[in-house]
């Protein structure tokens, strides 16, 4: 609190602020917030895109699949079931709060798969 | 163009029309009204930036402060979501949250056009997002990149069930990521046109109840437009994450 004690220069601020972050940036290893935060009218649509969204993906690989290789009904009906169940596992994702990751596991339950 | 819709239609709005028209072979690459915008978007940011940078002070007046302000937003939101191996990707991510915010932006003023309410705009850019994390990820970690389809924990003999199951999710990314975008704009856009035709069909008695509406509607989409340009960037963050850290 002395008054003719010399201010420091901003240099040595900056250089203070830049180790300061460095500091921060390496304690976390950015896991910040998982996703937007969303009202409930977001969160409703949000949930309805991806459960659509998988099963559109599902039935376009099947009919894919059905003209690639002439099995004609066969490709649509299954893959309309794996992207129901991805709609369904995307919906899960999305409500638990973890984005939409892919192969995420919570590292609550189970803690092995640091790699 | 089969059906285009009427010119009082809600829906006119999204007509593409070409404005110069070029024809290379079969292909249509006219410079349409949804081009013009994307310039104006581009220019715009580039004016914003650029501009507010010129003097740089210490103490940002107030175009130099909103300049640094979406710089930080941006900056902030990379390294909260991917730590600080995101910092080279902080390009690419900046550059698609202020083409999208001004798109969204641009497309509030009367008698503009929004480029973002087309699913081919929102789907090129969700699968650049897509296309371009993958390669991230499949540069840092090889062919190890592809046991992200494989989830941990799960008896073998179901793998043959789970592994398409996470490769559809993974791919269903791009597809929901371009129809939030595109889907909210659009039926934002709509409704304000919806309410401004009642505004002229009940006249000057009745018509202003639709435009008390329509006001509260355009402070809402700007909300939305703000929220859509973050919920697009944040979710590239979130899959540059997974593609860089492989959970």
């Known amino acids: 609190m002395t008054e003719n004690e010399k201010p420091p220069s901003l240099s040595d601020l900056d250089a203070r602020l830049r180790r300061a972050r460095r500091r921060e940036a390496d304690e976390e290893p950015g896991k910040g917030p998982a996703g937007p935060p969303l009202s409930g009218i977001g969160l409703a649509f949000r949930v309805g895109v991806e459960l659509v969204a998988a099963m559109a993906v599902g039935v376009g690989i099947g009919l894919l699949v059905d003209r690639w290789l002439g099995t004609k009904p066969w490709g649509m009906a299954i893959f309309f079931l794996l992207g129901s169940a991805a709609g369904v596992l995307n919906v899960y994702r999305a409500v638990s709060g973890i984005g939409s990751a892919v192969g995420y596991r919570n590292p609550r339950d189970g803690g092995t798969d640091k790699e | 163009m089969a059906a285009a819709p009427p010119e009082d239609s809600p829906l006119h709005q999204f007509v593409i029309q070409p404005l110069v028209p070029i024809h290379v072979g079969n292909a249509d690459l006219s410079f349409t009204n949804s081009s013009l915008f994307m310039v104006v978007a581009i220019t715009l940011v580039t004016l ?116 398409p199951i996470e490769v559809i999710s993974y791919l269903s990314r791009p597809v929901s990521l371009s129809i939030r975008l595109f889907a909210n704009m659009m039926a934002g856009h709509t409704m304000l046109k919806v309410f401004a035709g009642f505004v002229v069909l009940l006249g000057f008695l009745g018509g202003w109840a639709p435009l008390a509406m329509d006001v509260a509607l355009t402070a809402f989409e700007l909300l939305v437009a703000f929220l859509q340009a973050y919920v697009f960037t944040v979710l590239t963050c979130i899959y540059l994450n997974d593609a860089i850290h492989l959970h």
């Open chain 2, 48 to 163: 914003f930036l650029t501009l507010g940078m010129r003097r740089q002070n210490l103490v940002p007046g107030r175009w130099q402060s909103m300049a640094e302000m979406s710089y930080e937003f941006v900056a902030g939101m990379v390294r909260d979501n991917v730590g600080s191996a995101g910092r080279k990707y902080f390009p690419f991510v900046f550059t698609l949250f202020m083409f999208v915010l001004f798109g969204n932006l641009l497309g509030l003023l009367p008698y503009s056009f929004t480029f973002t309410s087309h699913i081919a705009v929102t789907a090129a850019l969700a699968v650049t997002v897509i296309v371009g994390v993958t390669l991230v990820g499949i540069a840092t970690h090889g062919l190890h990149f592809f046991s992200f389809f494989v989830p941990k924990g799960v008896p073998v003999a179901l793998l043959p069930l789970m592994i």
